[in-house]
């Protein structure tokens, strides 16, 4: 059936500025208010107001994903002459941090081609990959090729590999900054360098996914031209192989199915559905 939660306000069960929503296994709804710096959530049966926490931090748009009895989120801490990425995890009406990126001097930027001032961390500095599955998350929040599982928000195992990052040069990040953009408009690189300049090293994990039996997907970065590559381990952390040249899961439909999204020539985004086959 169809309905709604929240109305505008800044009371309980309120929305003021909504930043991400998600829904657990049970249906529950979850909202990050960036106004309100708050949590809120209902319950997917009857839309009743389960809770209002405080969220910690700067809320960054990351996105919301869910856990059992909870969600997880990325927010931005500051201090320090920086910031950093946090990842944290809402369960039981409590925020807490789990995993913590380096700290990221940032700076205000015009960029004249697209007539916008912003505020930023230099480019390609490490911006947490993450994502959730179950009760686990799993998170990379540096340059190297480690990764942090946890369940119910304590460390469980940490998957690494002996896969250093690249060493950024003006000529790698002139191209790796081809087609960037500020909303619709593209930021010529030369003036993207200008903006924010960029880090000395090219993190090794782009993006993580768990599938449903638990194997943990990780989408090295690449520079551009090159390859994809996706690792695969089990869901004890043991490696298993290396896809070369795969689309990396949007979401998992199962077992042996996911989906990807692409952008074809005309910038028409596809959503394409691919099986696992194994050896």
Sequence with gaps: AGGHVGRRGRGPGELSRPGAVAFDVEGNIAVVDRDKAAFVRWRGSDRALLEQAPAVGVFYGGGVQPLQGGFAYIDLAT?????????MVNAGGE???????PLLASREAEFPSCGARLLG????????????WRNRVAGAADYAYDI????SGTPVLRVRRDIGP?????ALALR????????????PPQ??????????????????????SGEIWVKRTRLRGETPLVDVFSAVGQY???????????????????????????????????????R
């Design 191 to 212: 003036e993207a360098i200008r903006g924010f300049g960029f880090a000395p090293q090219l993190p090794v994990v782009e993006a993580l996914a768990i599938s449903p």
């Design 79 to 87: 201090g320090g002459g920086g910031v950093r990425y946090r990842l």
């Design 95 to 101: 925020a807490r941090e789990v995993l913590s990126g």
């Design 148 to 151: 942090s599982i946890f369940e």
């Design 121 to 132: 961390a230099p480019w390609f500095s490490p911006r947490l990959a993450w994502t959730t």
């Design 240 to 278: 298993v192989g290396t896809l070369v040249g795969v689309p990396f899961p949007a979401a998992f439909i199962d077992a042996e199915h996911f989906v990807s999204v692409s952008v074809d020539s005309m910038d028409v985004p596809r959503l394409n559905a691919y099986r696992i086959a194994r």
């Design 166 to 170: 690249v060493r950024m040069t003006h």
């Design 176 to 187: 790796q900054l081809q087609g960037e953009r500020i909303g619709t408009c593209v930021i």
